[in-house]
């Protein structure tokens, strides 16, 4: 969806920056509601299995005020758990740019940031 409007802002940005903003933030606009939209969809999915596990509101069930904490709880974790694998792919493409940079200084005998050197994609 983002790489269509990429195209489209690019297109209208031929025949104009006003036209190339509307084009821009419609699209922008799309994409907001739509993440809002799946926010409050997996919000309530998680709710609902909460409250069907936990017994949520019955005697002897989890009280209906601790729910929200629970969701949050959960959201930390997510949050947690994308924070370590952003990192960790942060340092495999590192790891992958220095080698692919040792394998053209040694092999090809190619500077560290020639264009020649399929590697400095990495670099960008």
């Known amino acids: 969806m983002s790489v269509r409007a990429n195209v489209r802002v690019a297109g209208a940005a031929r025949r104009g920056g ?8 419609r699209a922008g606009g799309f994409a907001a509601i739509l993440v809002v939209a799946m926010a409050v969809l997996g919000i309530s999915a998680l709710f609902s299995t909460f409250a069907y596990f936990f017994g949520v509101g019955t005697p002897g069930g989890l009280p209906l005020h ?37 394998v053209g200084k040694v092999e090809k005998s190619i500077p560290e940031d020639d264009p020649r050197n399929p590697a400095v994609i990495a670099d960008l």
């Open 18 to 25: 006003r036209e190339a903003l509307r084009v821009a933030l």
């Open 66 to 102: 601790e729910v929200p904490l629970m969701l949050v709880g959960y959201g930390f974790g997510a949050s947690f758990v994308a924070l370590f694998a952003q990192l960790g792919g942060g340092i495999f493409t590192k790891a992958a740019d220095v080698g692919a940079d040792l």
